[in-house]
């Protein structure tokens, strides 16, 4: 079964707009991790925020922020103020039990001038 | 610090033929991950090494073997390559399995990427 969802495929934004970029996730180990990555055209994968299952505040890393909806299982990415340089695709991803991480299959972002 | 550095950046191969890529991670790093992306099947786990012992291990056959060298070091072997192994194969290390709970990141080399004729 999938355990990270992320249902859209490719999202456009315009520069300096806030985008939300979707993840939903299937565990039911109460102890979990969530990332997010991003991938420019280089192929490194870039850490951008942690959230963790008992985490009570939702995570923020400078533009980054993390919508964490714990009875629902999701974990959407906030950027906001997106540049140019945003372009990229972003990986959702959680870590369970003594499992390594597990990846969905990303969101294309384009950002528009 | 130096980051995560795998080679070779890219590789050619033919069907039948058996592939070695190698990583080695940030120093001070002892746990190695291996991840295979494909833009179909999207980024799928392989095998994780700490301590020179493999840790955990994805749904791969066993062509996909991979070691960990005493220096923390990690290489994937694939043998047998089939047109399907065409992929971009990521390293990641982190300092060890279960250290920082379960909100240590992995930090991500630049990949090989192997093509296959």
């Known amino acids: 079964a999938q355990k990270i969802t992320q249902t859209q495929p490719g999202m456009f934004v315009q520069e300096k707009e806030a985008v939300t970029l979707d993840c939903t996730y299937d565990?039911?180990?109460?102890?979990?991790?969530l990332f997010w990555y991003k991938q420019p055209s280089s192929g490194e994968m870039i850490f951008l925020i942690y959230q963790g299952s008992y985490d009570q505040q939702n995570a923020t890393e400078g533009r980054y922020s993390l919508n964490f909806q714990k009875a629902r299982k999701s974990a959407n990415l906030v950027i906001s103020a997106s540049q140019l340089g945003d372009s990229a695709m972003y990986f959702c991803?959680?870590?369970?039990?003594?499992?390594?991480?597990?990846f969905g299959a990303g969101t294309r972002l384009t950002v528009k001038p | 610090k130096a980051g995560v550095t795998q080679t070779p950046r890219y590789l050619i191969k033919t069907r039948g033929q058996q592939v070695t890529l190698s990583c080695s991670p940030i120093s001070g790093h002892r746990s190695v991950s291996w991840y295979q992306q494909t833009p179909g099947q999207g980024l799928q786990f392989l095998f994780e090494y700490f301590s020179e012992t493999q840790r955990n291990k994805g749904n791969f056959p066993g062509r996909f073997s991979g070691r960990q060298f005493s220096n923390s070091r990690s290489e994937m072997n694939v043998s047998t390559l089939e047109l399907g192994d065409s992929a971009l194969y990521l390293c990641?290390?982190?300092?060890?399995?279960?250290?920082?709970?379960?909100?240590?990141?992995?930090?991500f080399g630049s990949g090989t990427q192997l093509s296959v004729l």
């Open positions: 565990t039911s180990d109460p102890s979990y991790g």
């Open positions: 990641a290390s982190k300092t060890s399995p279960g250290t920082g709970g379960r909100g240590e990141k992995l930090f």
């Open positions: 991803a959680m870590r369970e039990g003594v499992w390594d991480m597990r």
